[in-house]
């Protein structure tokens, strides 16, 4: 079992950054390959960006040249730095990992792009 924690979301303005954290619980995170990913009332959860256990990145087209993901495997944490945000990325931000093809979720943690 892992535990995935989310912080960080909150309210932003249009053009503002924001980071949210995940904590993974274990030792065993720097072998996990991770990915955020988000959702809004009604859609399905759309991929966000990932991270490999080895530090290869891959981004969702919308956020790309905006959004950094990036680990620190000392602190079981995984990151999504989100600069020139814009209304369209109000979601819930959730944490992913896939285990022996079980996927962990984290709760969420609901970012607010708005003036």
């Known amino acids: 079992q892992v535990q995935l924690v989310e912080s960080g979301g909150g309210l932003v303005q249009p053009g503002g950054s924001l980071q949210v954290s995940c904590a993974a619980s274990g030792s065993a995170f720097r072998f996990y390959n991770m990915g955020w990913y988000r959702q809004t009332p009604g859609k399905r959860r759309e991929l966000v960006a990932t991270i490999t256990s080895g530090g290869s990145t891959n981004y969702a087209d919308p956020v790309k040249g905006r959004f950094t993901i990036s680990r620190d495997n000392a602190k079981n944490t995984v990151y999504l730095q989100m600069n020139s945000l814009k209304p369209d990325d109000t979601a819930v931000y959730y944490c992913?990992?896939?285990?022996?093809?079980?996927?962990?979720w984290g709760q969420g943690t609901q970012v607010t792009v708005s003036s």
């Open positions: 992913n990992t896939n285990i022996l093809s079980h996927d962990f």
